[in-house]
């Protein structure tokens, strides 16, 4: 499947859903912060990210507060962040809209974070992925929930040449802070005993 995009280097598009957001009263949905979760699950994205060794080389993000909060969290856990580059058109944008801005992404960047929202990050995983591996695309079918990664790999010698299923999903991931780790943890266990 990822051969379908032509020759070329092979390149990642990381996909990352802003982390949990407040919805504070009178506050403009371009200016909401990031609620408690959030701040514990940003930072949970980029160790998930480095762990997995995949690292950006360029960030796109929106300029919504949340996705902000969000990138500034997230890139804090490695040692040196990308660039990164705000822009106004990847708020609320539907699936379209984000193709055209990925585009743009210079030649000479190989892997590439999108940081943005629901139901738009979904959708561009869902028309990128030709194929997934294991569950990847079945989960991201299924719900993409803040903070979750979704990882598309295929080959290209630029990004123009990204379009409907081109890509493979290779990973489907959901990082969550530790406090929410703690949780999981303890309902599984209570699960097992009844």
Request: glycine content about 10%; charged content about 30%; aromatic content about 4%.
């Amino acid at each position: 499947m990822i051969e379908r995009a032509g020759a070329g280097p092979l390149r990642r598009l990381v996909v990352l859903r802003h982390a949990k957001s407040a919805w504070p009263e009178g506050v403009a949905d371009h200016r909401r912060p990031l609620a408690p979760r959030g701040l514990r699950d940003a930072p949970a994205a980029g160790r998930a990210l480095a762990e997995a060794d995949c690292l950006p080389d360029l960030a796109l993000c929106s300029t919504a507060t949340r996705a902000r909060r969000t990138w500034e969290l997230t890139s804090a856990e490695w040692g040196t962040p990308p660039p990164v580059r705000y822009d106004r058109r990847l708020y609320a944008a539907a699936a379209p809209e984000l193709l055209e801005v990925v585009r743009e992404t210079p030649r000479a960047v190989e892997t590439l974070l999108l940081v943005g929202h629901n139901p738009g990050v979904q959708e561009l995983v869902l028309a990128l992925a030709g194929d997934g591996l294991d569950d990847s695309l079945d989960q991201a079918r299924a719900k993409f929930p803040t903070s979750a990664i979704a990882v598309l790999a295929w080959r290209g010698t630029g990004w123009q040449a990204l379009g409907p299923g081109t890509a493979l999903l290779t990973s489907f991931t959901v990082p969550r802070g530790e406090k929410d780790r703690k949780k999981e943890r303890k309902g599984k266990k209570g699960g097992r005993k009844g």
